[in-house]
């Protein structure tokens, strides 16, 4: 059995066409047509519903994409173990947008210096579909917004603590942040993220009515909205940098500030099974790039002080 034709089936699954996998792996389309029917052959079973255009996968085809998976680390970590090193093969990432400009480049960074023989797929998206995502085997890990609600298999290890604040038009200040909620319009974080339900409940705890004028799950679209004058927002102190920091007005949300907690997602090992090598050392790279809890309160009160 070709590895590599394992490797398109899971890009087929993954991207949901012929087409789309063909840019994925590098070759053409023909040649996915061509490698499907050879692993069909080798598995004396039609992996695809070729009645439909495009063609899509079977039942069959569906419930053999964990098997493929398994195969795939499995050979992946032969080659590891063959070679004398630990930190190489495939990683595929999952990350919240609101990490993806701060933490995550300069931890892969930190990783790419130390395992340069590893490599790394980023995928974006929402914590809710990113751990979907990790416990059916798409994704090795993902960065996640922390919720108390985790699906059967699944660990979350905590890299981060990070204080939330609301975030002003720079002409805005003065009134308290309470004050500035309740009377700017409100540019919300989609409730659907991790960090999105974190505010929503913390608002609805103080009791805090806002006037919801917009609702978007992008920190730098929420961002440039209150710098342009258009409303206020809760956002995580780490995105409130560079040009954007000099057009707003930060103030901690909540006393004691509100704080979201972000960390690491991947399946759960077997009882007696050795770490992930990888994912350990990739948990180790975030927490040495992250700014210690305490540290970060302070600078929120020393901001509002």
Request: hydrophobic share 50%; with cysteine; glycine share 8%.
């Amino acid at each position: 059995m070709n590895l590599r034709h394992l490797e398109t089936l899971l890009a087929i699954a993954e991207t949901g066409s012929f087409a789309a996998a063909a840019d994925r792996v590098g070759v053409t389309q023909s040649a996915v047509s061509m490698q499907m029917r050879a692993l069909e052959a080798v598995l004396g079973a039609e992996l695809f519903d070729r009645a439909r255009r495009p063609p899509v996968l079977s039942d069959l085809g569906r419930g053999l994409l964990g098997p493929a998976r398994a195969v795939l680390r499995s050979a992946e970590d032969l080659v590891a173990a063959a070679s004398g090193a630990t930190l190489r093969g495939r990683l595929r990432l999952g990350v919240i947008p609101t990490a993806a400009t701060g933490l995550v480049p300069d931890a892969l960074a930190l990783l790419a210096a130390r395992a340069p023989d590893l490599q790394i797929r980023i995928e974006s998206g929402l914590s809710v579909d990113l751990a979907r995502r990790v416990a059916q085997g798409v994704l090795d890990a993902a960065l996640v917004t922390e919720t108390p609600r985790l699906e059967r298999g699944l660990v979350v290890r905590p890299i981060l603590e990070e204080p939330l604040l609301v975030v002003a038009p720079r002409a805005a200040a003065g009134p308290s942040a309470r004050t500035l909620l309740r009377t700017l319009p409100f540019v919300r974080f989609n409730r659907r993220t991790g960090v999105g339900r974190v505010i929503d409940a913390a608002l609805r705890r103080d009791r805090i009515v806002v006037t919801e004028t917009m609702e978007l799950d992008s920190i730098e679209a929420i961002l440039a909205m209150v710098g342009r004058g258009l409303g206020v927002a809760v956002a995580p102190a780490g995105s409130v940098t560079g040009a954007v920091a000099v057009t707003v007005h930060c103030l901690p949300f909540g006393d004691p500030p509100v704080l979201r907690r972000v960390g690491l997602l991947e399946r759960e090992r077997p009882a007696g099974a050795d770490p992930n090598p990888v994912t350990t050392a990739l948990l180790e790279v975030f927490r040495a790039v992250v700014v210690p809890p305490a540290v970060a309160v302070q600078s929120v009160r020393d901001w509002a002080a």
